[in-house]
């Protein structure tokens, strides 16, 4: 899955996306979902603009919280969704 909230912070060109349909061609990124990338993602302005990354970061967070799973596995990371009084991977309470 695609967040595109979780983009590079600067607006340099190789820290800007690609559009949605050229990734969707690129074989390397099948199997991914890109149901959440909107048509604006790679345009670095509202809540893409760099100002605006502690935004993006307190809608990921909730976006994590507000999932369904208790872990999220993927090629490159692995995260452990926890809430108050719930124990993480790693030991600690969050």
């Known amino acids: 899955m695609l967040l595109p909230q979780l983009q590079e912070v600067n607006a340099l060109p190789c820290d800007t996306g690609s559009p949605r ?23 670095k302005r509202g809540i893409y603009d760099p100002a605006n990354v ?14 369904a799973e208790d872990r999220i596995v993927g090629e490159q990371a692995r995260l452990s969704v926890g809430s108050a ?9 969050h």
């Open 54 to 67: 502690a935004e993006r970061a307190t809608w990921v967070r909730r976006w994590l919280r507000d999932r």
């Open 85 to 93: 009084g719930k124990k993480c991977a790693g030991g600690g309470g």
């Open 21 to 43: 349909d050229a990734l969707e061609a690129d074989a390397e990124f099948s199997g991914l979902s890109f149901e959440l990338l909107t048509p604006d993602w790679t345009s």
